[in-house]
């Protein structure tokens, strides 16, 4: 019975659908709320109606609410590189860019890209973590890239090779 009443109360699992030129704005404002530097809602227009670039966004509420995360790759022949990942800090640590990540490299695959290359900055735990388990692996190291108030840190090259 508790069940029965904690899975009716239950909110619906976030739904993963393709990111269109439409999501512009609202993948600016979910970028806006991930990092220091966000980037324009123009920005983000171009790169999606760019036909090099695949994408995929989370909409809440099993998909009829707001964008809260998304995940962006560019290709080039049969590579890509994941431009950005990011979820909203209220959606967190519920699996929620793991899911993300997985649709996405998924699409990658069924569109022929056999490696998929991404920046990221060395202390990024959250990052490190979500890409370790998405099977990437550390393939090089750029000392001093990112500037940080604290001194600048590395950004790793991190690689997953799609069979
Ligand atoms: C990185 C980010 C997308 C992860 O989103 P998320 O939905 O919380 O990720 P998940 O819940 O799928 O968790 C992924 C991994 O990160 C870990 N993690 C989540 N929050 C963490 C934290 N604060 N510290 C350390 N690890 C953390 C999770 O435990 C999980 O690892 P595990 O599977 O080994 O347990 C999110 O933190 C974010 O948007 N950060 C800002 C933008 C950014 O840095 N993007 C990546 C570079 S482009």
């Known amino acids: 019975m508790i069940d029965l009443i904690a899975r009716l109360f239950r909110r619906p699992q976030a739904a993963i659908v393709d990111a269109r030129p ?3 704005t609202a993948i600016a404002a979910v970028h806006a709320l991930c990092f220091r530097h966000g980037w324009s809602e123009t920005e983000f227009e171009r790169l999606l109606s760019d036909r090099a670039v695949v994408g995929h966004v989370a909409r809440a509420s099993g998909g009829v609410g707001a964008v ?9 022949e049969d590579e890509a590189e994941i431009l ?14 793991g899911r993300l990540t997985g649709r996405h490299l998924g699409r990658l695959a069924a569109l022929g890209v056999t490696r998929v290359f991404l920046e990221v900055d060395e202390g990024n735990q959250p990052a490190l973590r979500l890409y370790a388990r998405a099977g990437f692996q550390e393939v090089g190291r750029r000392a ?4 940080r108030p604290a001194g600048n840190v590395a950004a790793l090259t991190l690689r997953r090779d799609l069979t």
């Open 22 to 24: 439409r999501d512009a």
């Open 68 to 76: 809260v995360g998304f995940v962006l790759s560019r290709l080039v």
């Open 144 to 147: 001093g890239y990112y500037p």
């Open 84 to 97: 950005v990942v990011a979820v909203v800090p209220a959606e967190r640590g519920r699996g929620l860019a």
